[in-house]
């Protein structure tokens, strides 16, 4: 049919999880391995996004989406060099602010945690604490059945923050962090997931910080939405079809899938990845049926909710009063605030920008008003934390709500719910027939960041070349079997001409032996016994030949 086509395996997702399980393949099959990629949106990346804004020299490019690596994140560190890019450290010096209830009541500090408190500076490193020592719990087991677990799984992250909190200013803390490494409110997460993303990460402090090793310590100078762009180049992009989203994965061939696209395209193949956030997945339709597990798990991660900006600016005023660009904002009501937290935003050519996120229940408020409300109210708040520079320095302010992104949904990660790990959690990387489970989701180190996704997508594509090498070896094996039956065939064959030569010539040589005898016998006036009185066939067929010791002839 003209529009089927057969590869050896279909990648659904152009995402750094796809595209990571499609290199790794192309690296692991020499080029030789049939590799389609099938992204439903106009471009690779996924949850990597960058934008071309407005800046001090004219014109740069800047990530809107995922933007850090870190030093214990060896594996993007390592597809970074092999795809020629090159990374710098997050500006962090300087003092750091935060905005404490009112515009009354800004803070410098440095370090992690902003100045509320003796108390609850205590309270705080005590929670801090408890959690390494309950994730490092979470981390040394592959089962989430054991009653602990299970009933941490039982408790959302705000349920074990009322316990263990003792001020609100503590409390605060906790929210604005699930706000933007989450993307959602804490009483919207298990405790479990919360404390499996940190022994991810190997504690919950490598995924605040920007110091060496932790989440925000690098960004890439060729921002970090390149690096799945070259790897579509790698990978060939006639082998990468944007636009093309998927409705349909039949598995009841026992030989080969099928993969459906809205454009009628069907793309049968032997291994099918899908790297694509979990609910997505539940939006595709799957012959036979998913297991009933996978969907429930997918319904309970949904995305989070994070509104990511830049403000670009004519100089880097904080840097020059002596701020880090990085500030925190902690209120009661949170609701119509506005960004739970920024950064220093300038770029590797020096356009100075500050980068923020507006997350979870702010998220979701903001998203109902327009660019141009959003843009007055960032501005406001870092006015108050910066001064008039804020918005008299304006270049251009930008904003992606990332809830509007079709296909993707939100950012930046799905965050499992209450009962989802304990009960499903056996089916997040459990393949499904011939299809295997990527995205950052069901990644084992990091979740949730690009570390995560690469090792999510190179696990599914081990899958696939194991699968691959066992059915090649399986089939030498049957070819070497089958090639053992027709040697031993042939072996046979010969043995039996062989033996059948052997017994034609004794039979000559016993006719001979009879011949002889018979003329013997003759010429002496002798007749055998066995002869006497009878006319044979045999007999008659023996005395008739004799003429050949005359004639020459053939006895036989």
């Known amino acids: 049919m003209m529009n089927e ?103 410098k500090y440095k370090g992690l945690i902003p100045p509320v408190g003796v108390f609850n500076l205590i309270n705080y490193s005590l929670i801090e604490r408890k959690i390494n020592k309950m994730s490092a719990e979470v981390g040394k087991t592959d089962s989430f059945k054991n009653p602990q677990l299970a009933k941490w799984d039982s408790m959302t992250l705000q349920s074990f923050s009322d316990q263990n909190s003792y001020s609100d200013g503590v409390s605060s803390l906790f929210s604005c962090m699930t706000r933007v490494v989450f993307g959602c409110e804490p009483s919207q997460i298990s405790l479990l997931f919360f404390l499996y993303v940190c022994a991810s990460a190997n504690g919950v402090t490598k995924l605040l910080e920007t110091v060496e090793g932790s989440a925000q310590e690098l960004r890439v100078k060729e921002t970090a939405a390149e690096l799945p762009k070259r790897l579509a180049r790698i990978i060939g992009l006639q082998n990468v079809h944007c636009n093309s989203p998927v409705t349909l994965i039949d598995q009841t061939n026992e030989e080969h899938g099928v993969v459906h696209t809205t454009d009628g395209r069907k793309w049968k193949s032997k291994h099918i990845i899908a790297a694509i956030p979990p ?32 403000a670009t600016y004519k100089t880097a005023f904080w840097k020059e009063n002596s701020f880090s660009g990085e500030s925190t904002v902690l209120t009661e009501q949170f609701t119509k605030e506005t960004f739970c937290c920024t950064f220093d935003g300038t770029t590797s050519r020096e356009n100075p920008a500050i980068v923020g996120f507006i997350g979870g229940e702010n998220a979701t408020y903001w998203s109902q008003q327009t660019v141009l409300d959003r843009e007055h109210a960032v501005i406001n708040r870092l006015t108050s934390l910066y001064g008039t520079q804020a918005s008299t320095e304006l270049i251009y302010y930008y904003d992606l709500d990332w809830s509007t992104q079709e296909y993707v949904g939100g950012c930046p990660v799905a965050a499992a719910q209450t009962g989802a790990f304990s009960y499903f959690h056996n089916a997040l990387r459990r393949p499904f027939i011939r299809t295997h489970w990527a995205g950052t989701e069901t990644s ?26 066992m059915k090649k070896g399986k089939k030498q094996s049957e070819q070497k079997i089958k090639k053992s039956t027709v040697d031993e065939t042939e072996w046979k064959v010969s043995a039996k001409k062989a033996s059948g030569r052997k017994w034609s010539h004794y039979l000559v040589g016993a006719s001979l032996l009879v011949a002889a005898t018979l003329v013997t016998c003759k010429k002496l006036g002798y007749t055998p016994p066995c002869l006497m009185g009878t006319k044979t066939k045999w007999s008659t067929f023996w005395l008739n030949k004799m003429a050949f010791l005359k004639d020459g002839s053939n006895l036989l």
Request: glycine share 10%; proline share 2%; charged share 25%.
């Open 444 to 469: 084992q180190e990091w979740t949730g960041y690009m570390e995560g996704a690469i090792e999510a997508g190179e696990r599914a594509a081990e899958e696939v070349a194991t699968s691959e090498k």
């Open 279 to 310: 609910q997505l997945i539940n939006q595709i339709n799957f012959i036979p049926s998913l297991p009933h597990d996978k969907f429930q798990l997918n319904i309970r991660m949904p995305m989070g909710h994070l509104i990511k900006f830049i």
């Open 5 to 107: 086509t057969t590869c050896d395996v279909v990648v659904i997702g152009g995402g750094l999880s796809g595209l990571s399980a499609a290199y790794k393949l192309y690296k692991e099959f020499n080029g030789k391995f049939k590799i389609v990629v099938l992204e439903a949106r106009d471009q690779v990346g996924g949850r990597l996004k960058n934008e071309t804004l407005p800046a001090a020299s004219g014109y740069d490019v800047w990530d809107v989406g995922g933007q850090w690596v870190c030093q214990s994140q060896q594996r993007v560190l390592r597809l970074l060099e092999e795809m020629k890019m090159e990374t710098f450290n997050q500006y962090t010096e300087g003092e750091n602010l935060v905005f404490c209830k009112h515009a009354d009541d800004i803070r």
